[in-house]
């Protein structure tokens, strides 16, 4: 399995080749980041349970020439400089830098057109995507076993409403707690019972800026990847994205 060390490695190495190659690495380029408040990051919802709602992770945005890359995370931090300060952030130590790099990673990938869907979608738009990826998963997939690692409550009760789900998480207020009728697993304690009983995984993208995203690369069955936080880095490690937000 490939560690986190030699994962931030290939990443920032893939990201360096990119903004060489474009021309943009040694630019003067301004780049601002900032944290969002829940309403600027995912709208006036229904539903109420979103981390980013209760306060668990915010959202780092970077804004480069008017085109948006967001990061789910749990280390805020705020920054203005250029893309060579950016790449010489220690991933592998600063959860901080983390955050950083890949909100302007997913805002240059956004820029270039290499990824897409690179903010987070608001309002009915969540419930939306999750009704749709219910039917879109039942239409591939048929009636398998979903492991959902990372708690998403409106994937979580669309997904719990047709298939067999087990959820992990590592926010000790959600684990132990029943949530729509699923049980929230330790997802350190619980991760090879339920990856083991799965036969799809469904995995947030948001593992990228913790490290765990390894956990969950080289397992030998399908694992989708969902979120804006992995938008970037998605085509860079060839790791399968789906998103069924409206364009």
């Not at 931090?77 to 959860?95: P, Q, T, V, Y």
Request: net charge negative; charged share 30%; proline share 3%.
């Amino acid at each position: 399995m490939m560690t986190e060390k030699e994962l931030f490695f290939e990443l920032k190495e893939k990201f360096i080749a990119i903004l060489e190659k474009e021309n943009m690495l040694n630019d003067k380029i301004h780049i601002t980041l900032k944290t969002l408040t829940p309403k600027e990051a995912i709208g006036n919802t229904k539903r109420q349970d979103f981390p980013i709602i209760v306060g668990k992770e915010v959202m780092l945005q970077a804004d480069y020439k008017g085109s948006y890359g967001q990061a789910f995370t749990d280390a805020p931090a705020l920054f203005d400089g250029n893309m060579k300060d950016i790449c010489e952030l220690d991933l592998m130590e600063d959860g901080h830098a983390r955050g950083l790099f890949i909100a302007t990673l997913n805002a240059v990938m956004n820029f270039l057109k290499k990824a897409d869907r690179c903010v987070h979608c608001k309002n009915d738009q969540p419930e939306l995507c999750a009704k749709k990826m219910k039917d879109e998963l039942k239409k591939k997939y048929g009636n398998p076993k979903i492991a959902l690692i990372g708690y998403q409550p409106a994937m979580l009760e669309n997904l719990s409403n047709e298939f067999n789900v087990r959820v992990l998480d590592l926010n000790p207020v959600n684990i132990g707690q029943d949530r729509y009728g699923v049980l929230v697993e330790d997802g350190e304690k619980q991760y090879s019972e339920v990856t083991k009983w799965a036969d799809l995984i469904l995995c947030t993208g948001s593992t990228l800026c913790n490290g765990t995203i390894v956990k969950y690369m080289e397992l030998e069955k399908e694992v989708l990847f969902f979120g804006t936080t992995l938008s970037g880095a998605a085509p860079l490690l060839n790791l399968k994205r789906i998103c069924y937000a409206d364009d």
